[in-house]
């Protein structure tokens, strides 16, 4: 593993790691959904770069990186439609809103 893989694979799981301490302290669902924002949109890819850096051109770095895409774009979709949920059952919002 390369030095650049190496440091991309710890900066994203450190960013994992913070925000992971950082829930146990969450006491309610909505800052636990912005302190997972961080594992998916940046995490995630880093350790997914590092591992494709890592491993060179090849359909196992495709398929790696393929999966980081997916996540970086599913991720904050289904983190805003879980807190907009959470919003309308408190009552913070109104449910006849589009989304």
Not at 14 to 24: E, G, K, Q, R
Not at 63 to 83: D, E, F, K
């Amino acid at each position: 593993m390369t030095v650049v893989a190496q440091v991309l694979v710890f900066a994203g799981v450190a960013v994992v790691v913070v925000s992971a301490l950082a829930m146990l302290r969450a006491r309610t669902l909505l800052t636990r959904l912005h302190l997972l924002a961080p594992v998916t949109t940046l995490g995630a890819p880093l350790v997914g770069i590092g591992l494709a850096v890592a491993n060179g051109w090849s359909l196992g770095s495709g398929a790696i990186l393929l999966t980081v895409v997916l996540l970086a774009v599913t991720g904050p979709v289904l983190q805003s439609a879980a807190g907009r949920v959470e919003a309308q059952r408190r009552g913070a919002i109104d449910e006849d809103l589009p989304s």
